[in-house]
């Protein structure tokens, strides 16, 4: 899957919310909750070879890919892909710390950001959303552990 159907929604009539309804970390979100979560978001399409956010920087935002390819570059670990429907840059807006990697866009992107704030209260009253994020975090800390150069 290379883009998320309906991820070109006509400028005049938008419908973000059911371009979010495909991301898997909104599935079984109710339609309502899709288009609040849609009003918060920005969505932004970006030139191969962005760096969208830069290791150690200070972190404002949270990120789906919507469409397009984007490579994480965690220091002493293997480069990790990041695809269709996909989110990054969540650690640093949880844990108030610097970005832990940096991560380029490999093709033009579509992304959708999330404020820190924002991104904060939609965890804390979406526990769906909290429960795939922290799933998908303790996934992606299994196989970093696996690829962890010697
Ligand atoms: P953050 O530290 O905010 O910014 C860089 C992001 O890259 C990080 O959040 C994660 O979303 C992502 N990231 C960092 N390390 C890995 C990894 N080993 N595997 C997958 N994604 C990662």
């Keep these: 899957m290379s ?16 371009v979010l309804a495909q991301v898997p970390l909104f599935s079984d979100l109710p339609k309502r909750h899709l288009r609040g979560i849609a009003k918060l978001a920005k969505f932004r399409r970006l030139p191969a070879y ?3 956010v830069r290791e150690g920087d200070r972190a404002d935002s ?7 390819t984007a490579v994480v570059r965690p220091p002493g670990k293997r480069p990790v892909k990041i695809g ?3 989110f990054f840059g969540e650690l640093a807006l949880l844990d108030n710390s610097p970005r832990s990697a940096t991560v380029e866009a490999q093709t033009e992107v579509q992304v959708a950001s999330i404020g820190r704030s924002d991104f904060l209260r939609m965890l804390e009253h979406e526990p769906k959303v909290a429960l795939i994020l922290l799933r998908t975090m303790a996934a992606r800390l299994r196989l970093s552990e696996v690829s962890t150069k010697h």
């Design 3 to 18: 883009t998320l159907i309906g991820a070109r929604p006509r400028a005049a009539d938008p419908d973000w919310a059911g």
């Design 50 to 52: 962005t760096r969208i």
């Design 62 to 68: 949270f990120y789906l890919m919507l469409e397009g």
């Design 84 to 86: 269709v429907g996909e």
